[in-house]
């Protein structure tokens, strides 16, 4: 058992290692790349591409010191039977779920834009949850692979803040674990929203979480 304590909003928290696991959510070329599926809705890439490089430090440091990593992806089936009408009709006509983006067809499985960034890529051992819905827990096995490692903490990051970052941050909290998650190591195409949607996690002493960083983090791991 290593505890450590992280300085975080609201407070600080102590987390025991053996017991934390990373969890990167859908840093996915589609939303990250110039020329995906983010960028073709008019939004600025570069926003969220600020993640990428304190999400690799972390990784880093969770591959050398044994620390559980689980990545998520969102998308749907290439037939599409696991995705609500509801979603698929949202949004412009022309930038639907399954039509042909620039990295191929839009948060569909297999194609290359809902791939994660290579600077992320996942290695072996590190389970890839592919998710149909904004929350990690959503008919995924996400709870089961915590609960058989022993997890209680989450030390949470990836795209985009105020959507699927707090969807599974809810989802999490909700299920008894606690969620710190790594300011930096997100993003969001509206900087209101990714400041904000921090401020909603660690307000009212925590309501669902805290709020830290990667050098504090690792600071603390030190
Ligand atoms: C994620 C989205 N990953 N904004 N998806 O946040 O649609």
Redesign the pocket.
């Known amino acids: 058992m290593t505890t450590i304590s992280i300085e975080a909003d609201p407070a600080p928290i102590e987390i025991d290692l053996a017991k934390t696991a990373f969890v990167i959510?859908?840093m996915q070329r589609d939303?990250l790349e110039p020329d995906g599926f983010g960028e073709s809705l008019g939004n600025d890439v570069s926003l969220l591409r600020t993640a990428i490089a304190p999400c690799a430090t972390m990784l880093n440091w969770c591959r050398g010191n044994n620390a559980l990593v689980i990545h998520t992806r969102?998308g749907h089936r290439p037939d599409m039977t696991d995705a609500p009408l509801a979603k698929v009709q949202r949004g412009s006509p022309s930038m639907r779920i399954g039509d042909t983006g620039p990295m191929g067809r839009i948060l569909i499985r297999g194609e290359a834009g809902h791939g994660i960034v290579d600077e992320l890529a996942p290695v072996d051992g590190e389970p890839v949850l592919d998710k149909p819905g904004?929350g990690a827990f959503y008919q995924t096995d996400l709870e089961l692979i915590l609960r058989n490692r022993g997890i209680d903490a989450l030390l949470v990051a990836?795209?985009?803040t105020e959507?699927?970052?707090h969807t599974t941050v809810r989802e999490a909290n909700d299920r008894g674990f606690r969620c710190i998650v790594l300011g930096d190591c997100c993003g969001s195409y509206f900087p209101d929203f990714h400041t904000t949607g921090l401020k909603m996690i660690a307000a009212q002493g925590g309501i669902f979480g805290w709020v830290s960083d990667s050098t504090r983090f690792l600071s603390a791991a030190a």
Do not use: L, N, P, Q
């Open positions: 959510i859908d939303f969102e904004k990836g795209v985009t959507v699927c970052v």
